[in-house]
């Protein structure tokens, strides 16, 4: 098994292989062609609609989520993804839409923006730190530099990011992670349901789609093959709401006593390819393609994330950084440069000092921490991070999700 890719090159796979894909801005792998505002059917083509299109527009019970839910767009690049409040300054969505590369490289951090509210009240901010060079530290995600290939690790695309305002304030989504069978029944109830940003849906309104059925295994799709082919499989989420592009990031929420409430996060569409992908310079899937199930991550794996997020106090300034990094090589966890800077090797540090005193594995650089650091012993096990350990590149990032990111310009609302 191995992912396909929109861009990069070719990238073949035996047939029968089992790959994520996205969708490109000239056409997309999908089952059918499909109509839209604006669009000619010719280019519209959707990766993961099942049966007939039933996205609609929000209803008006559902209404006050479009202050919740918005836009995560680089305006430098013109990339497009949902996210959604978490908290009046984070806000939650698919690590790929930050860390993915484009046609450009990497995307820079200062081009992002989240948008949300109805026209004419659209509320934006930028990620927190840009002004201090320190964007990076405000960002938590499951995985920066995503496996491609067995064991995937597609449970882990998440990310909460901290917002430069609190445009969040009083229109948090609260996150709840239940059990597979517990989602499975709720599914079958018919209160799971999505809301999305799509670019081919009513000029970049929010979309509604339900029914939406979440199970642990489809079809061809066996609980046995997700749990060997994808690591944390637990927090692997099959779901077939009907989805199009950019609505990677956006919440799966479940109906319940007082109000919805958010247990996954849209990532990718997982398809069954019957032939070999095309040889050529392209890279494009050469065959039909049939599409088993939408993925997403259960919130479990970032639920407890969230109140850590928002509170925490980081360190900004070079001169603090360099006294956390320090401190780290002293105790043994860090073999890299002391340059003040925050990236990789300083998260990957942190992670594993967390870890050795059992507790989440933030990896962000604290106030708290640089305190808690001078007080702690050094471990006896000599094996700090170093460089050749960390992978910085961010190419496989490429994931092949649905972000079907790439489109000539940013949307206008």
């Not at 919740?68 to 690590?95: D, E, H, K, M, Y």
């Not at 938590?140 to 430069?164: K, M, Q, S, Y």
């Not at 708290?368 to 096990?381: K, N």
Request: proline letters at 8%; aromatic letters at 6%; hydrophobic letters at 40%.
């Amino acid at each position: 098994m191995q992912l396909a890719f929109p861009d990069p090159g070719p990238y073949s796979s035996g047939a029968g292989a089992i790959s994520i894909v996205a969708d490109t801005a000239n056409g997309d792998t999908a089952e059918k062609a499909v109509s839209a505002p604006g669009r000619s059917p010719s280019r519209l083509r959707l990766a993961a609609v099942f049966g007939s299109d039933d996205r609609t527009r929000v209803p008006a019970r559902y209404r006050h989520l479009e202050e919740r839910i918005g836009l995560f767009v680089n305006r430098l690049v013109g990339t497009q993804c949902t996210a959604f409040c978490v908290a009046p300054g984070v806000i939650a969505t698919a690590s790929h839409c930050l860390f993915r590369r484009t046609a450009f490289g990497p995307q820079p951090l200062a081009g992002f923006r989240f948008e949300v509210g109805r026209p004419p009240h659209v509320r934006q901010s930028r990620i927190s730190g840009l002004r201090e060079r320190a964007a990076l530290q405000n960002i938590l995600a499951g995985t920066v530099n995503l496996r491609v290939r067995p064991p995937i690790d597609a449970a882990n695309d998440w990310a909460l990011v901290r917002l430069e305002k609190p445009i969040c304030r009083g229109r948090v989504l609260p996150v709840r992670g239940l059990s597979p069978m517990a989602l499975e029944q709720a599914a079958s109830e018919n209160r799971v349901f999505q809301i999305s940003y799509h670019r081919d849906y009513r000029r970049w309104q929010l979309a509604f789609s339900t029914p939406c059925r979440v199970r642990r295994e489809f079809h061809a799709l066996s609980l046995r093959q997700v749990s060997r082919e994808f690591r944390d499989s637990e927090n692997l989420l099959l779901h077939k709401c009907d989805t199009g592009g950019a609505s990677s990031g956006s919440p799966l929420l479940i109906e319940a006593p007082g109000g919805p409430y958010v247990v996954g996060i849209n990532v990718g569409t997982y398809v069954q390819s019957r032939t070999p992908l095309d040889q050529s310079r392209t890279g494009r899937l050469a065959a039909s393609m049939q599409t088993i199930a939408n993925t997403a991550v259960n919130a479990r794996a970032f639920e407890a994330y969230v109140p850590l997020m928002a509170k925490a106090r980081l360190l900004v300034r070079r001169e603090r950084l360099r006294q956390l990094q320090a401190r780290l090589r002293e105790l043994n966890f860090y073999g890299g440069p002391i340059d003040g800077l925050y990236g990789h090797m300083t998260r990957v540090a942190i992670q594993a000092y967390e870890r050795s005193r059992k507790r989440p594995p933030l990896g962000l650089p604290t106030v708290e921490l640089l305190r808690e650091l001078g007080d702690a012993p050094p471990l006896p096990v000599q094996n700090p991070v170093r460089a050749h350990q960390v992978q910085a590149s961010m190419e496989t990032m490429s994931f092949i999700v649905k972000s079907r990111d790439r489109s000539g310009s940013s949307p206008q609302r």
